[in-house]
């Protein structure tokens, strides 16, 4: 399996709601984060996990919440956001961290769309 | 991190090659150059790596020169299903601070 899975594909939520993006790898990688991409802008990177421990945090607000409950699994908790935070959420996983190297880079999900209404 | 300069866009047409440079002046010794590939609504795909001289895939080409302040990007015979945006990337291995996505390059093959 040489995947990065994200569910759901689309979401949909109010400024109240709570809602979780899941994020699943079966590739070994043991360094997985995600990353917030606006439309034509380039993903910017949120929160990085190794060995699953949060090793970077970029300056995200609390109203995005990560969580790392095994070394597959990457969720992202959402609560009370915003219309500026609709965009393309992206999950990636490397082998270790940096993702450069011998080994191939970063493997991408296909992104969870957010719109907050 | 080395910071990356390319164009903001290209247009090419079938079955042309496309060649699409990045700039890196400050690339550092222990850095890794890295091209990846997004078509809209996905997430980036990585393409090719490298770190000096030449480096051929299945898919592309990348061309570093022997002082590494640029990196080509080579894509033969381009096809439709090849627009998409590049993103040329520029980092040490154990960063421990990520890889920082620049602008990318939107490259647009016409029929």
């Known amino acids: 399996d040489t995947e990065v899975t994200q569910t759901p594909k689309h979401l949909v939520m109010g400024m109240t709601n709570k809602k979780s993006l899941k994020c699943e790898q079966h590739m070994g990688h043991r360094a997985m984060y995600w990353y917030k991409q606006k439309a034509k802008k380039p993903p910017e990177l949120m929160f990085v996990?190794?060995?699953?421990?949060?090793?970077i945090n970029e300056s995200v607000p609390s109203r995005f919440s990560p969580e790392c409950p095994n070394s597959s699994l990457l969720n992202l908790h959402l609560h009370a956001l915003q219309p500026e935070d609709s965009a393309l959420y992206l999950c990636?996983?490397?082998?270790?961290?940096?993702?450069?190297?011998?080994?191939?880079?970063?493997?991408f999900g296909s992104g969870t769309r957010l719109t907050v209404v | 991190l080395a910071k990356t300069t390319q164009p903001i866009s290209m247009d090419s047409y079938e079955g042309q090659e496309v060649n699409i440079t990045c700039s890196h002046n400050n690339i550092a010794t222990n850095d890794y150059i890295t091209w990846y590939q997004q078509f809209p609504s996905q997430g980036p795909r990585f393409i090719i790596q490298?770190?000096?001289t030449k480096v051929t895939n299945e898919v592309a080409s990348l061309f570093i020169p022997a002082d590494r302040k640029s990196s080509t990007l080579s894509l033969p015979r381009v096809s439709l299903s090849d627009t998409a945006v590049y993103y040329c990337l520029v980092g040490p291995r154990w960063a421990g601070n990520m890889l920082t996505f620049g602008g990318g390059t939107r490259l647009m093959v016409k029929p």
């Open positions: 490298g770190y000096k």
């Open positions: 990636a996983s490397s082998q270790d961290l940096g993702g450069q190297g011998a080994d191939q880079g970063y493997t």
């Open positions: 996990y190794s060995y699953e421990k949060l090793s």
